[in-house]
């Protein structure tokens, strides 16, 4: 069986997981493991089994990635002897076929060949393929659904705020709503989404971005007035991702 989903990150590793129906001692396979929300979960239902993890450890969809982390993570989770991690590329998947009891996926899939390259890998059939409005996220998606939750818990920037993201959509800030909507704005920053993701990682400075062309604004006085609110922004972006 394969499970997988899209949102609600905090909790969406317990209705993947239910899906499954673990008796205990299945051995599970984390698709893109990370930081490994999914595969310590797994490891709590698996007391007599094993949670194995794969990534390869991209730094763009996770901050401070790493196995190491990772098998931190679960020793903290008291789990570390029932976890294990591999550095591998799920294109090119090192396991043989029905080599997993299950496997999971939580915002780590792409296309759909590798859906069915996953499938192949756990005993449990026929694999379920997950429709595809559970495909993982466009970069459009996972930015809008980042400054999403920075700004759910309160309306950060007391703006309207638009990201014109140079052809490739607009995320459009009005309070705590965050869409992909073009409507007028107190301050448009226009810029690819490359740089708002560098930007707010604190990988791309703001200023640098203005002096190098890559960001421009439509209202200088305004980006002012909001600069300490955009920096408070994009560290609830990091710290929710
Ligand atoms: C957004 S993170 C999600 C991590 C974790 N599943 C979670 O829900 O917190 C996506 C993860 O997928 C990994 N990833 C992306 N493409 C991958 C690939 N082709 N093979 C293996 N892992 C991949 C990234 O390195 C990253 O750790």
Redesign the pocket.
């Known amino acids: 069986m394969f499970a997988s989903s899209r949102f609600g990150?905090f909790r969406a590793q317990d209705r993947i997981l239910a899906r499954l129906k673990l008796r205990g001692d299945e051995t599970v396979l984390?698709?893109?493991?990370?930081?490994g929300?999914?595969l310590i979960a797994a490891a709590k239902l698996l007391p007599r089994g094993h949670a194995v993890g794969?990534?390869?450890?991209?730094q763009w969809?996770?901050s401070g990635?790493s196995r190491k982390a990772t098998l931190r993570n679960a020793a903290l989770e008291g789990v570390a002897q029932r976890v294990s991690v591999h550095d591998?590329?799920?294109?090119k998947m090192p396991f043989a076929d029905r080599s997993f009891d299950a496997t999971v996926?939580?915002?780590?899939i792409?296309p759909d060949e590798?859906r069915l390259n996953i499938a192949r890998l756990a005993k449990q059939g026929p694999p379920e393929i997950p429709a595809k409005a559970e495909k993982a996220m466009s970069p459009l998606d996972e930015l809008t659904e980042s400054i999403k939750a920075a700004v759910s818990a309160d309306s950060v920037l007391g703006k309207k705020l638009k990201f014109d993201l140079k052809g490739q959509g607009f995320i459009y800030i009005d309070g705590g709503s965050v869409t992909n909507e073009n409507k007028p704005a107190d301050l448009t920053l226009r810029l690819s989404i490359d740089d708002l993701k560098a930007m707010s990682q604190g990988k791309l400075a703001p200023m640098n971005a203005i002096m190098s062309g890559r960001l421009s604004l439509s209202d200088m006085g305004v980006a002012a007035a909001l600069q300490g609110k955009m920096q408070v922004l994009f560290s609830k972006m990091q710290r929710a991702s």
């Open positions: 990150k984390d698709v893109g493991c990370g930081h929300l999914l794969i990534d390869l450890w991209s969809q996770q990635n591998g590329d799920m294109r996926a939580h915002f780590a792409h590798n």
